[in-house]
């Protein structure tokens, strides 16, 4: 795993949106407490994208897809 690829991957866990697990999640939400600091939602990668294909993402999960995609056709 390159070192940019691992910076753009959040550590293993639930998916936030299919609820599996995932040994490769990417923040795909913050989300602002009302009172304290806000926290991060993670998704695996397939739900990373099919969220960047629809309406709502936000164009810095775009961007950070878009990042990861290069990064593994690069190394294919
Ligand atoms: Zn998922």
Not at 8 to 17: N, P, V, Y
Not at 20 to 47: D, F, I
């Amino acid at each position: 795993m390159s070192d940019e690829r691992a910076e753009l991957l959040a550590h293993a866990g639930t998916c936030a949106l299919c609820e599996e697990y995932a040994a490769e999640r990417m923040t795909v939400a913050m989300v602002q407490g009302n009172s304290g600091p806000g926290w991060s939602r993670y998704a695996c990668l397939p739900c990373a994208r099919l969220l960047v294909a629809s309406a709502f993402a936000p164009q810095w999960l775009r961007e950070d897809v878009a990042r990861l995609d290069k990064i593994e056709a690069a190394t294919r």
